[in-house]
């Protein structure tokens, strides 16, 4: 079974940073694409961010020039830095990520358990 552990998350001010990571784990083959989604209380979950094997990253128009979407797939990881924080940005945020397991030919999407970020004054 593949887990993902998301971490990071915390309280900051508005116009502060976070990085969130993202760390795969379990029977591995290869990690596809790989996003992060956040849920604020009492809406709808919204896709944040995806990047591609190959590291080409795409942005939701909410954050795009405001956080970065990264992976280092030495270590199964991806990452969001968040920068120039504000309220608006307060959610639980998960990754999710296309995963081939070693001896199946199916790729399946898993889930993490999801990181809060809060960011208030």
């Known amino acids: 079974q593949v887990t993902l552990v998301e971490s990071g998350g915390g309280l900051v001010q508005p116009g502060g940073s976070l990085r969130l990571s993202c760390v795969a784990s379990?029977?591995?083959?290869?990690?596809?694409?790989m996003r992060w989604y956040r849920q604020a209380s009492g809406k709808q979950r919204e896709w944040v961010a995806s990047?591609?094997?190959?590291?080409?990253?795409t942005y939701g128009d909410s954050v795009k020039g405001r956080f970065t979407i990264s992976r280092d797939n030495d270590k199964n990881t991806v990452y969001l830095q968040m920068n120039n924080l504000t309220p608006e940005d307060t959610a639980l945020y998960s990754c999710?990520?296309?995963?081939?397991?070693?001896?199946?030919?199916?790729?399946?999407?898993?889930w993490g358990q999801g990181t809060q970020v809060a960011v208030s004054s």
């Open positions: 999710n990520v296309d995963v081939s397991e070693l001896g199946k030919t199916q790729v399946r999407e898993y």
């Open positions: 379990g029977p591995i083959y290869e990690l596809y694409g």
């Open positions: 990047v591609s094997m190959g590291g080409i990253p």
